[in-house]
């Protein structure tokens, strides 16, 4: 276990005439941020095999009907790991996955939270929580050095899913290279029952060096400013739910499946569209205690907001989960599908009729 830091006030973290944003400055920091580099380097030693989170580890829907209090602690871990084969990049993260795990409450639920900052990082690190009230959303309460550790308690009084970030003076950068992930805030009746859940994270990378060229890519603070991402990803990785990456997810015709998207950023937000499906329920921002929106197409989630979105499955296919804004898909690497297996169902959709097999043996019907 770490040692405690002291708490530092507002004025400890060097906030003086400058503006602040969650309780911290906004000034790049220097160390690990460079302009753009003319020689490419080689692919760093990994020291993670991935950070791309399993989108079905996370915690099953919450069956209780009392408040619960939690002993709850997510470690600060700059990691160096693949954007894609033979790309390595330099993470920052929560627990060494991107998204950060997924914190699962009721409201009411009381929590004493730690965020340990480990002794062979290089940068002070933090927590702020948009599902609690504090100042900095617990920023403040939770900035720490590498080697120390600090902490808060809070109660979570709102339901809806929210987004949790590291919010030091270099937020935007932090965030890009992972630091942020999901609290979700359960209503105290609970959530509708779904067959299975998965859970993905959208954010960009800025690098200084095109998309695919191998070897290490540098983080580029001139592009970050510009806000002109190199890669724009789901979970770290370049389309890493994907039959030549890690598999894609799966379900089963007749299921319904929840999924929840955490949108980083820093910059860039998300136009979160299934491909051959529909949000068949969806709750914009995560707002988990108004009615869902219904049969929408696309669903806007903007920087530091999240969705909660369901899907009805009524025939096989393969959903492909993607931003439409999709040069982001096709150059820039977002992309997760879900394999739904099952029988054909023709009446709702039939991919060769037979009128068309006939139309196409007796050549073009004008």
Not at 107 to 115: A, C, L
Not at 134 to 147: D, L, Q, Y
Not at 247 to 268: D, I, Q
């Amino acid at each position: 276990m770490f040692p405690i830091s002291r708490r530092r006030l507002l004025g400890a973290l060097g906030i003086g005439g400058a503006a602040s944003v969650a309780g911290c400055t906004t000034g790049l920091e220097t160390e690990g941020v460079g302009q753009r580099s003319t020689t490419l380097q080689q692919a760093q030693k990994k020291s993670m095999e991935r950070v791309a989170a399993d989108p079905t580890d996370i915690p099953a829907p919450i069956d209780r009907d009392e408040s619960k209090h939690h002993e709850i602690t997510l470690e600060a871990k700059e990691v160096t790991a693949e954007i894609e084969d033979g790309v390595t990049f330099n993470f920052m993260t929560f627990d060494g996955q991107v998204p950060g795990p997924m914190i699962r409450l009721r409201e009411g639920d009381t929590v004493s939270f730690t965020m340990e900052n480990l002794p062979e990082n290089k940068r002070e690190h933090n927590v702020d929580m948009h599902a609690i009230y504090g100042t900095g959303g617990g920023s403040v309460a939770t900035t720490a050095e590498p080697g120390n550790a600090n902490g808060e308690s809070f109660k979570a009084m709102y339901p809806g899913a929210y987004i949790y970030h590291c919010a030091v003076p270099n937020m935007d950068q932090h965030i890009s290279t992972g630091m942020f992930g999901m609290v979700l805030v359960e209503p105290k009746a609970g959530m509708p029952p779904v067959d299975r859940e998965f859970y993905l994270g959208q954010h960009e990378l800025y690098t200084d060096t095109p998309v695919g060229e191998q070897g290490h890519h540098g983080f580029d603070a001139d592009a970050m400013s510009n806000e002109a991402p190199t890669y724009v990803l789901f979970n770290g990785e370049k389309y890493p739910f994907t039959p030549d990456r890690y598999g894609t997810m799966s379900a089963e015709t007749g299921e319904t499946v929840r999924v929840f998207l955490v949108t980083g950023g820093p910059n860039v937000s998300s136009n979160f569209h299934p491909i051959g499906n529909v949000w068949t329920r969806a709750w914009r921002d995560g707002a988990l205690a108004s009615q869902p929106e219904k049969y929408v197409q696309t669903m806007k989630v903007p920087p530091g907001s999240c969705m909660v979105g369901e899907m009805d499955l009524p025939v096989p296919s393969r959903i492909k989960l993607v931003d439409h804004a999709l040069t982001r898909v096709t150059r820039r690497g977002l992309l997760s599908e879900i394999d739904v297996t099952g029988p054909e169902r023709p009446e709702v959709f039939d991919p060769a009729p037979k009128e068309a097999k006939e139309t196409d043996e007796e050549g073009p019907q004008y």
